[in-house]
């Protein structure tokens, strides 16, 4: 028998049983685990599985082979899930103790934003120094560029990279330090 989904699709098509019982067979299985991972149910997975074969069967005239058979019906399916979340208003079947459990890895939203404030504000005050503490930033801390590697750039000393980056640092806090109540940055303004 014949085993290529192109194969099976033009059949069930054409009303070939044989060709559409090995459609269902083929992709039954990743639909359905497919489902399940979205759903998290076993009895909610099957019934959608089911809702998407009746699909495909209703959308096989218009299969024009852009995609594989494969992305075809795994996007069938996942727009029968979509519907079905969407009408049924269903909500995430997890527990709210099940999620205190697994904290994202990554920073609270409200760090995220802070930082992001907090970067914006730094650039913003380092694009108003003066020119050669501008630049020497920006190669050692933007370009990440190690103190010998920022002198060779600049063509001068690494103590006189030293200095432009205590200088540079040291009036970005007093600039900074005028939003007390926004940012709490540069503790330390002699930190090269």
Request: proline share 10%; charged share 30%.
């Given at each position: 028998?014949?085993?290529d989904p192109n194969w099976l699709v033009n059949g069930a098509r054409n009303g070939e049983r044989d060709a559409a019982n090995q459609l269902i067979e083929?992709?039954?299985?990743?639909?359905y685990a497919f489902l399940r991972r979205l759903c998290a149910s076993d009895a909610d997975a099957a019934d959608l599985t089911q809702r998407t074969f009746s699909r495909v069967w209703q959308a096989l005239p218009s299969f024009a082979g852009r995609a594989s058979v494969a992305s075809w019906i795994h996007s069938i399916a996942y727009h029968v899930y979509v519907?079905?979340?969407r009408a049924d208003h269903h909500t995430e079947p997890?527990?709210?103790a099940w999620w205190?459990?697994?904290?994202?890895?990554?920073?609270?939203?409200?760090?995220v934003v802070a930082r992001t404030d907090m970067a914006t504000a730094i650039y913003a005050a380092v694009?108003?120094?003066?020119?050669?503490?501008?630049?020497?930033?920006?190669l050692h801390y933007y370009q990440d560029l190690t103190l010998k590697e920022t002198a060779d750039a600049?063509?001068?000393a690494t103590s006189t990279v030293k200095y432009r980056l205590r200088s540079a640092l040291a009036e970005l806090h007093k600039n900074l330090a005028s939003e007390p109540s926004r940012f709490q940055l540069l503790k330390n303004p002699n930190a090269p």
């Open positions: 028998m014949e085993s083929l992709f039954y299985r990743p639909i519907d079905w979340r997890r527990s709210n205190a459990g697994y904290p994202a890895s990554g920073p609270a939203p409200d760090e694009d108003h120094l003066d020119t050669d503490l501008r630049d020497t930033i920006h600049l063509g001068i």
